[in-house]
């Protein structure tokens, strides 16, 4: 193992904002995929910022007015999550953004009566309509700094703003279903969560979907897929997928995930030997069927660019940390998947049998989505100066166009996280408005996702 490319990240925003898209009519707006007219959304203004959002227009991508609401901070790692809205649900991310105040304090900090840190957000609605019956998302494990484990937990987000939680890994300090030596001996780094210095874990993913009304959950230490219960029960719906990296629900009813890439162990310049697959999975647990594996390209990343991970008793190959491989649906019903590691998103048909590119990503992709009103939005992380000190842009909303990607919204307020934005980071092209950088650079192991509501609206973690 090449330690020295083991490194810590921490995502530290941890925001869940929103961000009301609205009517293509003008000059300045991004242009409509097709030409239907109307607005993706409308805005009220309000007193405070509220946003009352339209509805999604077939074909219109849609701005962002309103630049982006906080809903909750501080709360640690918050990566994945599952939106109950009524709609059709796909992947995508998280972020804080251009109307963000990080420095408000909206959660509540401290220590649960047992004297455990809190690392579960509080949230503050009061700039939305909720729009969503309610959201799950896995909080982090971490580490107190004298060693001892706090367990994940699952919380529960309602319209009404409250937020409980379940504990699904009361057995977390012996369980051994999620591997974390690798994580423990290498990827540890110290946080500030609500006023409590912890330990966090970089490069471990955790990701979840919501599926005809239950909850599943996924992680990259991991070769299972776990049903959650609201009674804190869970309970394995397959396993046989080592490195589980993003879940989705099909429309029709059964979940899509995404493994990682495998590479040889102690290979550092060597390509995959395995490339990424995509699994189809019933609701019944019956075997994952495997749908289709993407082709490894001659510019593939190799472990010398991103750390890898072997401690599993799953797969006797290396793993890489830090990636997630985003899926979502076309608007004809083929599969969309990110490959990072060749920077390219593919279209697969639902039997497999065809691959075919569909687009480059623009930077380093983590989740994409296909929303109601047709379009496909992606989210790319963050992006550097070739020192690492300097954010160009922000994490970034964009739409595909059927030609290539407009920008929606670059989210803003990463200066103050730049220091501890990630443990590692990949040089990437530099945009042509930043071309006299010389260099770039994009952090691994952003794991945002992003989602929608039923009226106009994304939601995204990062």
């Known amino acids: 193992m090449n330690t020295k490319r083991l490194l810590a990240v921490s995502c530290c925003l941890t925001a869940a904002v929103i961000t009301n898209l609205v009517a293509c009519s003008d000059d300045s707006s991004p242009n409509p995929v097709a030409s239907t007219g109307g607005s993706a959304g409308t805005s009220t203004g309000g007193a405070g910022g509220n946003i009352q959002a339209g509805s999604w227009k077939p074909g219109v991508v849609g701005k962002a007015d309103h630049g982006a609401i906080v809903l909750a901070k501080n709360a640690g790692q918050i990566q994945g999550f599952a939106m109950a809205n009524g709609l059709k649900i796909m992947d995508g991310e998280f972020d804080a953004g251009d109307d963000a105040d990080l420095d408000s304090d909206i959660l509540d900090g401290g220590s649960d009566e047992a004297g455990t840190p809190n690392t579960v957000p509080s949230v503050d609605l009061s700039g939305i309509t909720p729009d969503f019956t309610e959201i799950w998302f896995p909080v982090q494990p971490y580490k107190m700094l004298d060693g001892t484990k706090i367990a994940p937990l699952t919380a529960v987000l309602k319209p009404d703003g409250t937020v409980t939680t379940i504990q699904h890994f009361a057995d977390w300090e012996t369980q051994t279903d999620i591997v974390m030596a690798c994580f423990d001996d ?60 993003a879940i989705m629900c099909h429309p029709e009813g059964y979940l899509l995930i995404t493994t990682l890439p495998q590479f040889v162990i102690n290979a550092p310049n060597s390509h995959p030997v395995q490339g990424v697959r995509i699994h189809k999975l019933a609701l019944d647990g019956s075997v994952p069927t495997q749908l289709a594996e993407l082709p490894v390209t ?134 042509p408005q930043f071309a006299d950088a010389g260099a770039c650079l994009s952090p691994w192991g952003v794991f945002t996702k992003i989602s929608y509501g039923a009226t106009a609206i994304l939601y995204l973690v990062d």
């Open 186 to 245: 290498n990827m540890t780094f110290e946080v500030a969560l609500n006023g409590t210095q912890l330990k966090s874990y970089g490069g471990l993913s955790l990701d979840m979907a919501d599926c005809m009304g239950r909850h599943f959950l996924v992680s990259n230490a991991s070769d299972k897929v776990w049903e959650l219960f609201a009674d804190g029960t869970k309970s394995v719906l397959a396993d046989q997928l080592p490195g589980a990296s």
């Open 298 to 431: 001659m510019d593939y990343i190799t472990p010398a660019n991103v750390p890898t991970c072997w401690k599993y008793p799953f797969t006797d190959k290396a793993l890489p940390a830090g990636l997630r491989l985003p899926i979502t649906l076309d608007s004809n019903g083929d599969i969309l998947v990110g490959d990072v590691g060749a920077r390219k998103i593919y279209r697969v048909t639902m039997d497999g049998l065809s691959i075919t590119p569909f687009a480059d990503m623009p930077m380093l992709t983590a989740s994409a989505i296909l929303a109601p009103n047709g379009i496909v939005y992606l989210v790319d992380a963050p992006l550097l100066d070739k020192t690492g000190k300097t954010v160009l842009s922000g994490t970034t909303i964009r739409a595909y166009t059927g030609t290539g990607w407009d920008d929606v919204i670059a989210l803003t307020g990463y200066e103050q996280y730049v220091n501890a934005m990630s443990w590692g980071k990949n040089g990437v092209p530099c945009p």
